[in-house]
């Protein structure tokens, strides 16, 4: 309290290797706010939150971040006169690095594992379930839930010989307003039937890793 600041922004690059980073988002102008650390009040601004996902188990480094600003505080002429604001100095700040041990996930994975962690729910909607030989089928698979969203891959989908299955196009909606990355991905399918008769797929199966049940789990559609 009683330190000004303006002018505050990154002063360079920042790295964290060995994770996928998923930027948060924070407000343009931050308005301060009051905390207290260790006993002690003092006013904060958020200038960045960023999501880390490790990529790879062992000890993780993730680099200190370096900010510029500018500081005003109050002088004084002679013991027990006014305060007076000084002038507006420049300050370079640096974090601590950081280290973080990460787990290897349990082995052996389910068939339909393919890194998703997290929380998740899956909806599959075909667009027909009767058509013409040749006639395309959409079908949507849409994954929701929190976790590493941006980095799944399309779900285990196999469909008879007899038809044609082609590679998906994919939408991400990633919500960044709070502490986890949350949202949804959509993968749009098209299948298109090469013969006549009733066709039978197999169940579409999706697996993820819950770290907070501290399992796999697997989610399957007919």
């Given at each position: 309290?009683?330190?000004?600041?303006?002018?505050?922004?990154l002063?360079?690059?920042?790295?964290?290797p060995?994770?996928w980073?998923?930027?948060?988002?924070?407000?343009?102008?931050?308005?301060?706010q009051?905390?207290?650390?260790e006993?002690r009040?003092?006013?904060?601004v958020?200038?960045?939150?960023?999501a880390?996902?490790?990529?790879?188990p062992?000890?993780?480094?993730?680099?200190?971040?370096?900010?510029?600003?500018?500081?005003?505080?109050?002088?004084?002429?002679r013991?027990?006169g006014?305060?007076?604001?000084?002038?507006?100095?420049?300050?370079?700040?640096?974090s601590?690095?950081?280290s973080?041990?990460?787990?290897?996930?349990?082995?052996?994975?389910?068939?339909?594992?393919?890194?998703?962690?997290?929380?998740?729910?899956?909806?599959?909607?075909?667009?027909?379930?009767?058509?013409?030989?040749?006639?395309?089928?959409?079908?949507?698979?849409?994954?929701?839930?929190?976790g590493?969203?941006?980095?799944?891959?399309p779900?285990?989908?196999?469909?008879?010989?007899?038809?044609a299955?082609y590679?998906?196009?994919?939408?991400?909606?990633?919500?960044?307003?709070?502490?986890?990355?949350?949202?949804?991905k959509?993968?749009?399918?098209?299948?298109v039937?090469?013969?006549?008769?009733?066709?039978?797929?197999?169940?579409?199966?999706?697996?993820?890793?819950?770290?907070?049940?501290?399992?796999?789990?697997?989610?399957?559609?007919?």
């Open positions: 309290p009683g330190i000004r600041l303006r002018h505050s922004h002063a360079d690059s920042w790295d964290a060995g994770f980073r998923e930027e948060l988002n924070v407000a343009s102008r931050p308005r301060p009051t905390r207290r650390v006993g009040r003092y006013e904060t958020v200038l960045k939150r960023v880390l996902f490790p990529t790879r062992g000890t993780l480094r993730v680099d200190p971040l370096r900010i510029e600003t500018e500081a005003q505080g109050t002088v004084r002429m013991r027990g006014p305060a007076l604001r000084g002038r507006f100095e420049p300050v370079r700040l640096a601590r690095s950081l973080m041990r990460v787990r290897a996930l349990p082995a052996p994975s389910p068939p339909a594992f393919n890194g998703a962690v997290g929380q998740f729910s899956m909806e599959v909607r075909p667009e027909a379930d009767s058509v013409s030989v040749g006639d395309p089928v959409p079908v949507t698979v849409r994954i929701r839930g929190t590493n969203l941006p980095t799944i891959s779900p285990q989908f196999d469909p008879p010989n007899a038809v299955v590679e998906p196009t994919v939408e991400t909606d990633v919500r960044r307003n709070g502490r986890r990355i949350r949202g949804e959509t993968f749009a399918y098209t299948l039937p090469r013969a006549g008769g009733r066709h039978d797929g197999t169940p579409i199966r999706f697996s993820y890793f819950d770290p907070e049940a501290g399992r796999y789990k697997t989610l399957r559609a007919e």
